[in-house]
Structures are given as structure tokens and as C-alpha cells.
T-cell receptor
């Protein structure tokens, strides 16, 4: 099946710093989604991307759908302690295929 | 989006027993899914819950172990049968509002520990 390689696996940053994480695939994806999961909760959808080259923002979060359709990145600007959690990328490959998830990026923000 | 409620939120079960997890959505949805998230891992799709017919299982998951029901467009259950400690995971219900399930929304999950 399709696989997503997400990096980095973990990040330790200071409050106020910017963060960047990305996902890559060996095959083309039609949709990219970014989720955040807090401890004891289910993933919450942050941003959805539908077109190659699309750049979308949600507050301090910005995500882009790579022009090759094989990658996506998520940026968080001016991080705050509540940004702590696990961030997952996910995507749809061919039409009708189910969501494939990356392995997640564990973000720690030090006050 | 949709509000998704899962019950129970957590449970500790004896090996060899079965647990049924319920998923209730506040509106009718086209697609419902069940995922497993093993400790420290990503999400793995177990099956698509089909209304009025048998669920569609992903490779590595079988109906005898994970029977699923979906009697209507707002409710589904997942049973984890004959549990062993390896079944200790978070089980997540997910819904999509459109046929292509482009955007999936998740319940809060059921944290299962098998002892």
C-alpha cells in the first residue's frame, strides 16, 4: 500500500519559535490533510489541501500541497505551549482509496 | 464537521473476553470507519462500516476478530473479540461527510487495556 514518510519524528523547541514538519510519498496523492492529536483525544483536523501548489493557512498554521503531489509541509509560527501534541499528515492516493497516515511528529514546546 | 461520541472512553478487560465500542454521530454521515492506534504508533484502518451490509476489512483484519455493525447513518459498533494483551490500543471511530471521505473527523477514542 501507499506509505507516507513524516519527519521529524520529534521536535523540542522554545516558545515563540517557528516549526516546520513535512511528509513525503513515493506515489502521487490527491489530498493532503494535517491533524493534531492531544493526549487522550482523537485527531483533530487542522488543514485540508486539495490542489497541487495550494497554500492554506489556519491562524498560525500554514500548510502546502507540494507541486509534485508527493509531499506536503506544515509550518507553525510563533509556537505556544498549547501547540504541544502529535501532528499527523494524511493523504488520499487514487480516487476511492482510504486515508493513509504518516507516523506523526511529537512536538514539545518549552515555555 | 460532525460531533462524534464514543463509548466507553476507556476500559480494562480480561483476556479472552470481548468488548463492544459504540460510535454515535450527531448527524447522518455517508462513511464511517474504525481505526486502531497502538501505543506510540500512527493510525491503522481496521475497516469501513457499511450501512446495512457487511463491513469492508483492510488487510490483516478479519470479521471474526472485529465484528462491526452499522444499522443506520448515525451509529456503528466495533467489537474486539477474544481479546489478548496485543489488542491493547486506542480504537477510534471516524466519519466522512461525503462519499470520497476526503475530510475525516474522529471521535475521542476508546483506550483499551487487556490484562
Amino acid at each position: 500500500g501507499q506509505q507516507l514518510n513524516q519527519s521529524p519524528q520529534s521536535m523540542f523547541i522554545q516558545e515563540g519559535e517557528d516549526v516546520s514538519m513535512n511528509c513525503t510519498s513515493s506515489s502521487i496523492f490527491n489530498t493532503w490533510l494535517w491533524y493534531k492529536q492531544d493526549p487522550g483525544e482523537g485527531p483533530v483536523l487542522l488543514i485540508a489541501l486539495y490542489k497541487a501548489g495550494e497554500l492554506t493557512s489556519n491562524g498560525r498554521l500554514t500548510a502546502q500541497f507540494g507541486i509534485t503531489r508527493k509531499d506536503s509541509f506544515l509550518n507553525i509560527s510563533a509556537s505556544i505551549p498549547s501547540d504541544v501534541g502529535i501532528y499527523f499528515c494524511a493523504g488520499h492516493g487514487t480516487s476511492g482509496s482510504r486515508l493513509t497516515f504518516g507516523e506523526g511528529t511529537q512536538l514539545t514546546v518549552n515555555p | 464537521s460532525a460531533v462524534i461520541s464514543q463509548k466507553p472512553s476507556r476500559d480494562i478487560c480480561q483476556r479472552g473476553t470481548s468488548l463492544t465500542i459504540q460510535c454515535q454521530v450527531d448527524s447522518q454521515v455517508t462513511m464511517m470507519f474504525w481505526y486502531r492506534q497502538q501505543p506510540g504508533q500512527s493510525l491503522t484502518l481496521i475497516a469501513t462500516a457499511n450501512q446495512g451490509s457487511e463491513a469492508t476489512y483492510e488487510s490483516g483484519f478479519v470479521i471474526d476478530k472485529f465484528p462491526i455493525s452499522r444499522p443506520n447513518l448515525t451509529f456503528s459498533t466495533l467489537t474486539v473479540s477474544n481479546m489478548s494483551p496485543e489488542d491493547s490500543s486506542i480504537y477510534l471511530c471516524s466519519v466522512a461527510l461525503w462519499q470520497e471521505d476526503t475530510e475525516a473527523f474522529f471521535g475521542q477514542g476508546t483506550r483499551l487495556t487487556v490484562v
